[in-house]
């Protein structure tokens, strides 16, 4: 996938606004891989549901969002699936993390299921971000700043032409915000992929190609 596509797309639930002034909403942009995106925006305006629509997890907005020129809507359970599984990966800002299982095995359940990054490699994530030693962790018992760290690493145990961001250094201090940067663009670098990051205040250290204001 090399473009993701935004022509007049508005979630439903703004139709009957008036006043909106977005450089998204109700325009026409267009999303390139190997760039670096930042959106922000004030709680409210669709900052979630920007990545949920783009996922495929909703489907409750006006326009047209297209992947290399291709209307999402069409697609079958199946391709989401390939593209869940190939092209696209997606940190939550409410992580969906497992409270019941480790951080570990938070982190295993997706590499299970890609086979894509060795095991060393996500020790040495661990290592980096500062908690080596919560990997038998339960998730239910780490700070909310541990588990974004956690929710990180799993989104990055896949391929990806794009991996969408939402709000994820929220709780994290400027040291582990840099590291986690660091982390993110090393991988974005090494996949040739693109960045879609939102935030409502703090956001990713990165060099950013675009801001967009929702």
């Not at 549901?49 to 069409?74: A, P, Q, T």
């Not at 997706?110 to 040495?124: A, C, P, S, V």
């Not at 896949?158 to 969408?164: E, H, T």
């Amino acid at each position: 996938m090399n473009t993701i596509q935004l022509q007049q797309t508005l979630p439903a639930v703004f139709s009957e606004r008036t006043n909106l002034q977005s450089d998204v909403w109700l325009q026409d942009v267009r999303l390139e891989k190997g760039k670096v995106y930042l959106v922000e925006a004030n709680s409210g305006t669709g900052k979630s549901s920007l990545c949920s629509f783009v996922y495929g997890y909703r489907k409750d907005y006006i326009g047209s969002i297209l992947f290399d020129g291709e209307n999402i809507r069409s697609f079958s359970v199946k391709r989401w699936t390939d593209i869940r599984q190939e092209h696209l990966s997606l940190l939550w800002q409410e992580l969906r993390l497992f409270p019941e299982l480790t951080a570990m095995e938070n982190v295993r359940i997706k590499n299970n299921l890609t086979d894509y990054q060795e095991r060393q490699q996500i020790d040495y994530w661990f290592d980096c971000l500062g908690i080596a030693d919560k990997k038998d962790s339960l998730i239910g018992r780490m700070s909310f700043g541990q588990q974004q760290r956690v929710a990180m690493i799993r989104a990055l145990c896949q391929p990806f032409d794009f991996i969408f961001i939402d709000e994820p250094i929220s709780h994290l201090d400027d040291t582990n915000s840099q590291i986690m940067g660091d982390i993110l663009m090393d991988e974005v670098r090494r996949q040739g992929a693109g960045i879609i990051t939102t935030s409502i205040g703090k956001h990713l250290p990165l060099q950013y190609d675009q801001v967009l204001k929702l």
